[in-house]
Every structure is written in C-alpha cells, then in structure tokens.
Nanobody, 123 residues
Framework: VQLQASGGGLVQAGDSLRLSCASS????????MGWFRQAPEKEREFVAA????????LYADSVKGRVTMSRDNAMNTVYLQMDNLKPEDTAVYYC?????????????????WGQGTLVTVSS
C-alpha cells in the first residue's frame, strides 16, 4: 500500500495550501483517513481525520476553523485545505490510512503512512 502526499511548499503567513494524498489501496474507500504533522524537535501530532464516506471529520483545536479535510473515493485521494497559515503550522505533514472506517485522532488507529510533505510558513 502506498500513500503519496504532495502539495507542500514555502508560503507566507496568511497564505493557503492544499495538500493531497493519493492511495494505491484498492479498499481505500472503506477506511478512515488522517493527516498528522511533525515539527522539528517535536512529536508527531494529529491534524485532521475523515471517516470512510467523507463525514464526519475531526480537527485538532490548533487548526480548527482554518483547515478542511475532504476525500474523493473515486480518485482514492484525500485533501487537506489549509487557510490562514501560521508559522507554527510549519511541519512535515503525513497522511495515514486507517484500520477503522471512522475518523480517529489516534496514531495507533492507522496502519499505513505516507512519506510526508514539508510545509514551511514564513512570518
């Protein structure tokens, strides 16, 4: 199973980015998906998750109101739309494929991890 994340880059505070994660897994549409991030010298943290059919979604308090996660099961792809980016959003962002059908904020509920895409937000 491969998860290919893309869309990261260097932006300024207040800008927007949309991350994408394409899955090679045939049963992609049966499982919840998540986004996590890891900033330098910090532990990986939950960002957002979506259940198998596109709703409901969960968001970390630190990004709530600025981030929207969505999925296109026909394309085996999930997205993370990030608006009003802040320097503290700088991190490597990882998409993850869940063991469960529902959305979950727990890393242990994810079996598959992508390679990550770097988001850098300058002030």
């Amino acid at each position: 199973v491969q998860l290919q994340a893309s869309g990261g880059g260097l932006v300024q505070a207040g800008d927007s980015l949309r991350l994408s994660c394409a899955s090679s897994r045939r049963t992609f549409s049966n499982n919840g998906m998540g986004w996590f991030r890891q900033a330098p010298e910090k532990e990986r943290e939950f960002v957002a998750a979506i259940n198998w059919n596109g709703g409901p979604t969960l968001y970390a308090d630190s990004v709530k109101g600025r981030v929207t996660m969505s999925r296109d099961n026909a394309m085996n792809t999930v997205y993370l739309q990030m608006d009003n980016l802040k320097p503290e959003d700088t991190a490597v962002y990882y998409c993850a494929g869940g063991r469960l059908a529902r959305a979950s904020p727990r890393p242990e509920d994810y079996a598959y991890w992508g390679q990550g895409t770097l988001v850098t937000v300058s002030s």
